[in-house]
């Protein structure tokens, strides 16, 4: 598999030198030994001391583990060129951590699995790459580790801990703007977030003309770039985020081509003014 995107992505975010050491792919099995129909969790972390901006690769699992979920929650990874998604056995990912990042126990993204059948085999990295936070994409050296989970023909007594998710995924601002090079030059609206808790789990847009906030009933799963449907841009822009646990912010653009005597703070102001001077002349007629 390769990820030719990325490539070009990350010559965008390198911001400052990094010195060349090693930096290393490590997964941890949490917990390490369960039974048939039991659940454990395998994260993928980052040890960069050098400085990497930018991750590709795909963690493979063995026949006896049933991959669940994947969840980027809390993960150091700001920018997904390829959102972490499973296939098969295999979950595949491509990010970008812009500015850099050059710390220890990072956290790239975390895969929920279940115990199919009785073994014992490794999870591992392949295809993995890193980049250097240098200016000029250079590969890191990279070191790899894998995780092992035992599955029993019987409960080991070792449970999964639940973590529970109340919080919302982050503020953000969608934009609105328009390229040549994208939808044939048609106005489009981009959007990205995060969420420290479960991870984001989709995006929702809805295009409404009204003339105070609407309340849209009727909501279109989109992924960014989102291409407008009404390309006069005189409807309200509503985005909404969602997360594995349920949580949801919406964010909201006000229509871009209304004209001034249209905007509803104008109107009021007029309709203000007007009762006013309704009121002035009705005492002035009386006194």
């Given at each position: ?45 980052l040890d960069s001391p050098e400085g990497v ?27 997904w060129v390829e959102r972490p998604a499973f ?52 590969p890191a050296s990279l070191l790899l580790r ?142």
């Open positions: 598999m390769k990820f030719p995107a990325i490539n070009a992505a990350i010559s965008l975010t390198f911001l400052f030198a990094s010195p060349v050491m090693a930096a290393e792919l490590y997964l941890k099995a949490d917990p390490t030994a369960i039974g048939i129909g039991e659940s454990a969790k395998v994260e993928l972390f901006n930018a991750v590709q690769g795909v963690v493979a699992f063995p026949p006896q583990l049933k991959i669940k979920e994947v969840s980027d929650g809390n993960s150091i990874i700001n920018l296939k098969g056995q295999e979950v595949s990912f491509s990010g970008i951590s812009p500015g850099g990042y050059a710390k220890e126990h990072g956290l790239v993204l975390t895969i929920f699995v279940e115990g199919k059948s009785v073994g014992s085999d490794a999870v591992f990295l392949k295809e993995a790459q890193a980049f250097l936070n240098d200016g000029q994409g250079t894998r995780a092992t989970i035992k599955v029993a023909a019987v409960s080991t007594g070792e449970q999964l801990a639940e973590e529970e998710d109340d919080v919302p995924p982050s503020d953000f601002r969608p934009v609105i703007a328009s390229d040549p090079n994208i939808f044939d030059g048609k106005y489009f609206v981009t959007f990205a977030t995060q969420d420290k808790g479960s991870g984001i789990d989709y995006y929702e847009v809805a295009e409404e003309r009204s003339f105070f906030r609407p309340r849209p009933e009727i909501w279109e799963r989109a992924e960014s770039p989102y291409l407008l449907k009404d390309q006069e841009l005189k409807s309200w822009v509503l985005v909404r985020a969602a997360d594995r646990a349920g949580n949801s912010r919406t964010e909201v653009l006000r229509p871009g081509k209304i004209p001034a005597y249209q905007q509803p703070l104008t109107i009021i102001l007029i309709l203000f003014v007007v009762i006013v001077l309704i009121i002035w002349r009705l005492r002035k007629n009386i006194f």
